[in-house]
């Protein structure tokens, strides 16, 4: 499994939502799921997914889809 | 009592967070044992403790004023992959220094160990938790934080913070599943309460019902209980335990 599908996967069993839905429109509280709640069940998706441990900023600054791929760079995990 | 659950503990070289981490294991508990430096003696105590009690007792070392060996300190346990049920933050520090006398500094220092460290890595640990839905943290505070004491300013206020933390946090994360409750020590046998003066020392036990030191196995015990399951309606709470103090 490449990284995107994890990623991806990560998102579609949290928010359960369908995978058409991922994309640079799904943004942090775009979608009832995506609330403070879903928020960290998705970081703690992410850790675990790629066996990282996100500081609390980049968890502050994850607003969505799109710029998770770009924080993610940071724990050398390239979607 | 504990059996099955794992528990990440602070400040275990000694005193509290050591009678923790041995009432912990005798009640079947695994516990990731965190502190800030090794030594042989501790190392031999952790096999001795996994020997006996068939738990798996597993050192970390981290100093509370480094940011970045908190989150490696975490990592380490992460990867692990065991479930965290339990955290105690155990660890602190105390300077002794009159309202008047105490400087900036030594003001910093006291609340980056014993708030904004423990606040960081409650953040790091109840991550872990989120993912179960289910936990425990305890927060070792001070009957100082609640009564005041002549020359801990810095540590009771600190100690006060960490009050006010545990009281949201339970809020915040008693949806979630994860219980958040602090206790709040008197008097009781430790390295940081032997240096107390001798008058200071008589002040306070003149005031308490019991009219004793206590011991760091009868904190351990409060620990136990508000970590295991018989506890599970209980979070948001300061609880004393001072023989009686005030």
Same mark, same amino acid.
């Given at each position: 499994?490449?990284?995107?599908?994890?990623?991806?996967?990560?998102?579609?069993?949290?928010?359960?939502i369908d995978g058409n839905a991922l994309g640079e429109d799904l943004v942090y509280q775009s979608i009832p799921q995506w609330d403070s709640v879903g928020h960290m069940a998705l970081m703690a998706g992410l850790e675990e997914t790629f066996d990282i441990m996100m500081d609390t900023d980049d968890i502050i600054d994850f607003s969505g889809y799109e710029k998770g791929k770009e924080i993610l760079v940071k724990y050398d995990v390239m979607i | 009592m504990l059996s099955g659950k794992t528990a990440v503990i602070t400040g275990c070289l000694q005193g509290i967070g050591r009678a923790t981490l041995d009432l912990f294991a005798e009640k079947g508990a695994n516990v990731f044992a965190c502190c800030q430096t090794s030594s042989a003696d501790f190392v031999q105590h952790l096999e001795e403790l996994s020997r006996k009690y068939n738990v798996k007792i597993i050192p970390v070392y981290f100093d509370l004023l480094d940011e970045a060996a908190i989150k490696q300190g975490v990592k380490e346990i992460q990867q692990a992959k065991m479930h965290v049920d339990v955290l105690v933050n155990?660890? !602190?520090?105390?300077?002794?220094?009159?309202?008047?006398?105490v400087t900036m500094e030594q003001l910093r220092k006291t609340f980056e160990i014993n708030f904004f460290s423990q606040i960081l890595f409650t953040q790091y640990i109840t991550r872990l938790m989120l993912k179960q839905g289910k936990g425990s943290v305890i927060n070792v505070s001070s009957i100082s934080a609640?009564? +005041?004491?002549? !020359?801990?300013?810095?540590?009771?206020?600190?100690? !006060?913070?960490?009050?006010?933390?545990?009281?949201?946090?339970?809020?915040?994360? +008693?949806?979630? !599943?994860?219980?958040?409750?602090?206790?709040?020590? +008197?008097?009781?046998?430790?390295?940081?309460?032997?240096?107390?003066?001798?008058?200071?020392?008589?002040?306070?036990?003149?005031?308490?019902?019991?009219?004793?030191v206590g011991l760091p196995i009868e904190v351990a015990n409060l620990i136990a209980y508000l970590a295991s399951d018989m506890s599970n309606f209980v979070t948001g709470q300061v609880i004393r335990i001072d023989g009686g103090i005030g």
């Open positions: 499994m490449t990284n995107l599908e994890k990623y991806n996967s990560v998102f579609i069993t949290t928010f359960e | 155990i660890a !602190g520090t105390n300077i002794d220094a009159l309202f008047h006398m609640l009564d +005041g004491n002549i !020359g801990q300013l810095a540590y009771s206020a600190s100690k !006060g913070a960490i009050i006010s933390a545990t009281k949201t946090m339970a809020q915040e994360l +008693g949806p979630k !599943g994860i219980r958040v409750n602090a206790i709040a020590p +008197g008097v009781i046998q430790t390295t940081m309460t032997a240096n107390l003066p001798a008058e200071a020392m008589h002040r306070l036990l003149s005031r308490s019902d019991i009219n004793r």
